[in-house]
C-alpha cells in the first residue's frame, strides 16, 4: 500500500508522524517502482552549460616553452610540462558574455639542460666539475584564476566556442629541486644524486595572464607568468625557467 | 615576447574570424521546371497519392539553380542544399553574409551552429551465456507478440525502411544480413557526412539498429521481424562533430530516402542540450523535427527513439526529433522488471505533447562485429523494433496512411487507452493487427473507495496476480527462486527472466489535459494505493492494470 497525500505546512508534524507510520509498515507495502512529476521533467532550470550558472571540472596539460631568450634556462620541451586538476564556475551575463573563476592544482615540472653551475655552486660546493645528468625542478601550486568570457556564435545549452581572458594567482606549496651526476673520474662514486625540498630560492607567490580559446569540450591555453621561479636568494644566477606555457584543458562535463 | 604576441593574436584571429554557418532561405521557385515522374521512385508517387499530398508539391521543386550559384559564390563553402526548406547551408564571414543578405530573393537567414554531440546509454550487461541471450532474443519480439506476424507470413514485404545511422560496418558480409543481401534488399546507400556510397564503415550502432529490424541468427533466429521489407542506409551521424550539422544531414536523407521511396525512416539518434535548450522541444524548432514532421506530412512515418536522458539530471525529457506531433517516438522498457528502464527519457515534449508514444525492449541481443551478437542497451534499439513491427502492420493493413499507421500502433499498446510519459500507450501488440480485439476498458476491475480525504484503490480479488518479481518464492520442485539486485536496483528473478509483469499504473491528468504526475507499482495485496482527495482536486485519476483502464473525474 502506497500513502500519497499532500500536506500543508501547518499539518507537517501529522505528516512526519503518518510517514514515519508508513516507513514502519514497509515490509508490508507495494513497492513504487516509478513516480514521476511532469513538472520536473520540463523545469528548465538555471544550471547549464550555458545557463546561468555552471560549474565543471576539467584536466590540464601543458607545456612550457623554450624562447632561449637571453636569461632564460634552456629546458627540455617534452619533458618539461605543467598539469592539473580542477573546478571551473561560470556565470553568464548575457548570451555573449560571461564570468567566473578557476580553483585548481598545478603540478609543474621543469628539467633544464643549461649548465647553472653557478647555482649550483651555492647549493653545494662539491658537486660542480663532474657531467650533470639530470637537473629537476618540480613544484605545486594551488591556483586561483578569475576569467572574463566572450562567446561566438547561437548554441544551445551548450558551452559552444569562446575566448577567455584569465588572470590567475597561485601558491607554491610543495617543491623539490633534484640533482644527478654521473662520475667516470671517480673510483669511490660512480652516480650521485642531491634531492632537496622546501625550497629557499624559489618565490612562494605567483600571478600571470592566460588567454584560452574554447571550443566544446576542449580549450587550448596560452599563458605568461609575470613573476619568475627563482627569487633574489641566487644572486648569481642570472638564468630563470621559462615564463611561458601552452596546452590544452580538457573540460568534463558535469 | 614577440612569440607570445604571436600566439595570442593566433588565437584571437582563430575565435573572431572563425567562419559561421548559415541556413540561407530563398523567397521562391521561379521558373524551376519539375518532372515528379522522372524525379522520384514510383513508390514515392504512389504513396503521395495514398495520402491526397500533391506529386507536383512545392516543397519537392528543385531550388532555382541561379540563386544558389550567387549565394554559393558570395560565401565561402556551400555545405548542402534542402528542397524541402528552399534554403541552402553555407559557411561565411559578418561581411559575405551581410552580402547575401542584401540579396533580392533571400527571405531569411538563420544562423547555425557547431557542436560536439555524443549519445550513448551506460553499458550493463546481464545475460552471461547463449542460453539467456536466446530467451532476450525471443522476448524482445515476443513483448510485442510479434511472432504472430510471422505466422501469418509477414514480414515487412514490399515496404521500404530507411535507416539513418553513424555507419553500417559488417553489413555488407555478416551472415546476419545474408538473406537481405541474396535479395538486393538494400535498395541505396549513402553517406551524407562524406557524400559517398560506401555506409559499410565507421561506428556500427547502425549495423546494431538495423539488425533489431531486420537480423537472423545462423539458426535462425529473428532479432527483428521486418525480414522481407527493402532497405536504404544512410550515415548522418559524425561522433564527436558538429551537432547541428547532423541535423542537417538528416534533413538531406529525409529528401533523399523520401525520393527514394522509403515508406519508413527510422532514427536511433537523438539531440538535446547540446544543440537546444528543453523549451526547443517544442516539435517545430529544431531542424531535425522539422525535417521529420516534413517527411511525416509526405506520408512516410518516421519512428524515433525517445532519446536516453532519462536518468540525466539536466535534461531527462525527449530528445528531437522524438518531439515532433507526427513523429513516433519510442521509449525503453527493462525486459527484466517489464516497466521502464532508468536512462529511457521522459516526455512530453515542451507544448505537452505525449511522448513516448509507445515503448518495446531497450535492452535487446543486437549484432557485433567481433562477438557476431552482443546484449546492448538504449531507446536506439527500441525503436527499430517498433520500425519492423510497424512495417509488418503497415503489410497487414495497406490502405492506412503513415498517419492512421501510428495511430493505430499507439492504440495497440498494451496499456491503452491508459498512457503516461515514461511509457506512452505501452508496448504495440501485433494481434490488434491482425484481428479485431475487444476494448480492454473495463471499471469492473478496480474498487475505488472515495473516503472523506483519502481515495482508496483495490484491484478485484480474483485479478490480483502475485508478481513473482518482487518476492522470494517457492517454485513446485521446491527451487528457492533466486531474486537478484542490479546495479540500478532492479531485481531479477533468475529463473523466470522474460515475462511480461501485470504492475497497477496511476496518473493524474489536469484540466489542460496533461499528467501533472504518474505512477508505477508493484502489485502484492489490497489496498494498492491511497491517494489524498486534495491532490485529486479538478483532476482526471486514471489507472491501469492487467489490461484494465478506469477513469475517474474529481
Not at chain 1, 47 to 67: D, S
Not at chain 2, 54 to 81: M, T, W
Not at chain 2, 308 to 317: I, T
Request: proline share 3%; glycine share 8%; charged share 20%.
Amino acid at each position: 500500500m502506497v500513502l500519497r497525500v499532500q500536506y500543508n505546512f501547518n499539518e507537517m508534524r501529522i505528516a512526519l508522524i503518518t510517514h514515519m507510520l508508513i516507513f514502519s509498515m514497509a515490509g508490508f507495502c507495494q513497492d513504487t517502482l516509478l513516480y514521476k512529476k511532469t513538472v520536473e521533467t520540463l523545469s528548465e532550470g538555471d544550471f547549464g552549460p550555458n545557463k546561468k550558472n555552471y560549474i565543471h571540472t576539467f584536466f590540464k596539460v601543458g607545456f612550457y616553452q623554450n624562447t632561449d631568450a637571453l636569461n632564460t634556462c634552456l629546458i627540455q620541451g617534452g619533458n618539461s610540462f605543467t598539469s592539473g586538476y580542477g573546478v571551473r564556475f561560470k556565470r553568464k551575463l548575457s548570451s555573449k558574455l560571461a564570468f567566473g573563476y578557476d580553483l585548481g592544482y598545478d603540478f609543474n615540472q621543469y628539467r633544464f639542460k643549461r649548465d647553472l653551475s653557478s647555482l649550483y655552486s651555492q647549493l653545494n660546493g662539491f658537486l660542480t666539475s663532474d657531467s650533470l645528468k639530470t637537473d629537476k625542478l618540480t613544484f605545486g601550486i594551488l591556483e586561483l584564476a578569475p576569467y572574463f568570457r566572450i562567446n561566438f556564435g547561437k548554441r544551445g545549452d551548450h558551452l559552444g566556442k569562446y575566448l577567455d581572458f584569465v588572470f590567475y594567482g597561485a601558491l607554491m606549496i610543495s617543491s623539490k629541486h633534484v640533482l644527478k651526476w654521473d662520475h667516470p673520474n671517480s673510483s669511490i662514486i660512480k652516480k650521485s644524486t642531491y634531492k632537496s625540498r622546501r625550497l629557499g630560492y624559489t618565490n612562494k607567490l605567483f600571478y600571470g595572464i592566460e588567454m584560452r580559446y574554447g571550443n566544446a569540450f576542449y580549450n587550448l591555453f596560452m599563458r605568461y607568468r609575470c613573476v619568475h621561479i627563482f627569487n633574489s636568494k641566487l644572486n648569481d644566477n642570472p638564468y630563470q625557467p621559462s615564463l611561458i606555457s601552452w596546452g590544452a584543458y580538457i573540460i568534463i562535463p558535469d | 615576447m614577440k612569440c607570445i604576441l604571436t600566439i595570442i593574436i593566433a588565437l584571437a584571429l582563430l575565435s573572431t574570424c572563425a567562419q559561421e554557418k548559415y541556413w540561407v532561405y530563398f523567397s521562391d521557385k521561379k521558373g524551376v521546371t519539375f518532372d515528379p515522374k522522372e524525379y522520384f521512385h514510383p513508390n514515392a508517387i504512389e504513396r503521395r497519392i495514398k495520402n491526397n499530398y500533391p506529386i507536383n508539391h512545392f516543397s519537392d521543386r528543385p531550388l532555382v539553380k541561379s540563386y544558389v550559384q550567387e549565394v554559393s559564390g558570395l560565401a565561402s563553402l556551400c555545405k548542402g542544399v534542402s528542397r524541402w526548406l528552399n534554403a541552402i547551408v553555407v559557411t561565411a564571414n559578418d561581411a559575405q553574409i551581410e552580402q547575401i543578405r542584401e540579396l533580392p530573393f533571400v527571405l531569411k537567414i538563420e544562423a547555425s551552429s557547431c557542436h560536439s554531440v555524443v549519445c550513448t546509454s551506460e553499458e550493463i550487461n546481464v545475460t552471461h551465456n547463449d542460453f539467456e541471450k536466446r530467451d532476450l532474443i525471443r522476448f524482445q519480439l515476443d513483448r510485442m507478440n510479434a511472432h504472430q506476424f510471422k505466422e501469418h507470413g509477414i514480414t515487412g514485404r514490399g515496404l521500404t525502411i530507411a535507416i539513418f545511422d553513424a555507419g553500417f560496418p559488417g553489413v555488407d558480409k555478416a551472415p546476419m544480413f545474408e538473406h537481405i543481401r541474396a535479395r538486393d534488399g538494400i535498395i541505396g546507400t549513402y553517406d551524407f557526412i562524406r557524400n559517398t556510397d560506401n555506409v559499410y564503415r565507421k561506428i556500427e550502432h547502425g549495423s546494431m539498429v538495423f539488425s533489431c529490424i531486420a537480423g537472423v541468427t545462423k539458426d535462425s533466429l529473428r532479432l527483428g521481424v521486418a525480414t522481407g521489407a527493402n532497405f536504404l542506409l544512410a550515415i548522418t551521424e559524425k561522433l564527436m562533430k558538429e551537432g547541428l550539422a547532423e541535423e542537417e544531414a538528416w534533413l538531406f536523407a529525409a529528401e533523399w530516402a523520401d525520393k527514394n521511396g522509403a515508406d519508413i525512416i527510422n532514427s536511433s539518434l537523438g539531440y538535446t542540450r547540446r544543440n537546444h535548450f528543453k523549451q526547443d522541444m517544442d516539435g517545430q524548432t529544431a531542424i531535425i523535427t522539422r525535417a521529420a514532421n516534413l517527411a511525416s506530412a509526405k506520408g512516410i512515418l518516421v519512428v524515433s527513439s525517445a532519446g536516453n536522458e532519462g536518468n540525466k539530471r539536466h535534461w531527462m525529457m525527449v530528445a528531437a526529433p522524438a518531439d515532433g506531433d507526427s513523429v513516433l517516438a519510442v521509449g525503453a522498457i527493462n525486459p527484466w522488471s517489464g516497466f521502464h528502464t532508468n536512462f529511457s527519457s521522459f516526455g512530453p515534449s515542451s507544448d505537452k505533447e505525449l511522448k513516448p508514444n509507445v515503448t518495446a525492449v531497450g535492452h535487446v541481443i543486437a549484432y557485433h562485429k567481433l562477438l557476431k551478437m552482443s546484449e546492448t542497451q538504449g531507446t536506439s534499439f527500441s525503436a527499430p523494433l517498433v520500425a519492423g513491427f510497424a512495417a509488418c502492420a503497415w503489410q497487414a493493413n495497406p490502405t492506412l496512411t503513415n498517419w492512421e499507421l501510428l495511430k493505430r500502433i499507439e492504440t495497440s499498446g498494451d496499456l491503452y487507452p491508459y498512457f503516461d510519459y515514461a511509457h506512452g500507450y505501452g508496448v504495440p501488440q501485433a494481434d490488434c493487427f491482425l484481428s479485431n480485439t475487444a476494448s480492454k476498458s473495463n471499471d469492473s476491475a478496480f474498487i475505488v473507495d472515495i473516503g472523506d480525504s483519502v481515495v482508496t484503490i483495490s484491484i478485484r480479488d480474483d485479478l490480483l496476480i502475485n508478481d513473482t518479481l518482487f518476492h522470494v518464492s517457492e517454485n513446485h520442485d521446491g527451487v528457492i527462486n533466486i531474486i537478484t539486485k542490479r546495479d540500478d536496483g532492479i531485481k531479477i528473478d533468475k529463473n523466470h527472466p522474460f515475462i511480461k509483469h501485470e504492475l497497477f499504473y496511476y496518473h493524474l491528468e489536469n484540466k489542460e489535459g496533461f499528467l501533472d504526475e504518474f505512477s508505477v507499482l508493484s502489485v502484492e495485496k489490497n489496498p494498492i494505493v491511497k491517494i489524498g482527495l486534495d491532490s485529486l482536486e479538478d483532476r482526471i485519476l486514471r489507472i491501469h492494470y492487467y489490461g484494465f483502464t478506469r477513469s475517474i473525474q474529481f
